[in-house]
């Protein structure tokens, strides 16, 4: 069975600094899908970003970029300029193939000072 | 048009008790999911819907739980004999096709209380 790690429970940054979030995941297939989801306090999970594990260019969304390390099966999520509204849950998700549903990561919260 | 909406947004039940959870996907989805969010955790797969048939129940905890879904839109979790571990936020998710590949898309959830 897939497994995603978030080995950092709880992260700060300052507004308009940058901040990394870890994540790593566990999988013996060789193409695949990961994702980032915000779930802000409100409890709706939103998809940040997307990569596709046989792309060799790590995806990037505005101020969301992953870096991708495939043989590390590292996922990574940068924030670069963080506004105060990018304080939420942060959860690194893994399709499963097999179940067809996402495995998540046990999340890093995070929080923006101002 | 509107987002996946789930009802009710709360729910207090007393142990024992039965209840049903709705949820409201997106039109023109036919891939719809359940997944249980405990405290401080990501949330963990119950069940998947292909259409109005349930491709993947493998996550469901045990026989007190069901879903349906009987005309591939709406879905209702059921929980029977609800026991204070049922205590949860209960979300539903959609796609358009369900492969693994597609972006789901999440209803803000309903949070269960057993007391």
């Known amino acids: 069975a897939q497994t995603v790690t978030q080995s950092q429970p709880e992260m700060s940054v300052q507004e308009a600094e940058t901040v990394t979030l870890s994540c790593t995941y566990d999988?013996?297939?060789?193409?695949?899908?990961l994702f980032w989801y915000k779930q802000p306090p409100s409890r709706q999970m939103i998809l940040v970003i997307r990569?596709?594990?046989?792309?060799?260019q790590n995806a990037t969304e505005n101020r969301f970029s992953v870096n991708f390390q495939k043989a590390a099966k590292s996922f990574s999520l940068k924030i670069s300029d963080s506004q105060l509204g990018d304080a939420a849950m942060y959860f690194c998700?893994?399709?499963?193939?097999?179940?067809?549903?996402?495995?998540f990561g046990s999340g890093t919260r995070l929080q923006v000072q101002p | 048009g509107a987002g996946v909406s789930q009802t009710p947004s709360n729910k207090v039940t007393e142990k024992g008790k039965y209840v049903e959870l709705r949820c409201d996907p997106i039109?023109?989805?036919?891939?719809l999911y359940w997944y249980r969010q405990s405290l401080g955790q990501g949330p963990e797969f119950l069940i998947y819907?292909?259409?109005?048939?349930?491709?993947?129940d493998s996550g469901l905890p045990n026989d007190r739980f069901f879903a349906v879904r009987p005309e591939g839109s709406v879905s209702t979790l059921k929980i029977q004999r609800t026991e204070r571990g049922d205590s949860a936020v209960y979300l539903c998710?959609?796609?358009?096709?369900?492969?693994?590949?597609?972006?789901?898309?999440f209803g803000p959830g309903t949070r269960l209380t057993v007391l």
């Open positions: 819907f292909q259409g109005t048939g349930a491709a993947d």
């Open positions: 998700a893994y399709p499963d193939t097999g179940r067809r549903a996402l495995t």
């Open positions: 999988t013996s297939e060789s193409d695949y899908y």
């Open positions: 039109s023109g989805h036919t891939a």
């Open positions: 998710a959609s796609s358009a096709f369900g492969t693994p590949y597609n972006e789901q898309f």
């Open positions: 990569q596709e594990a046989y792309k060799q």
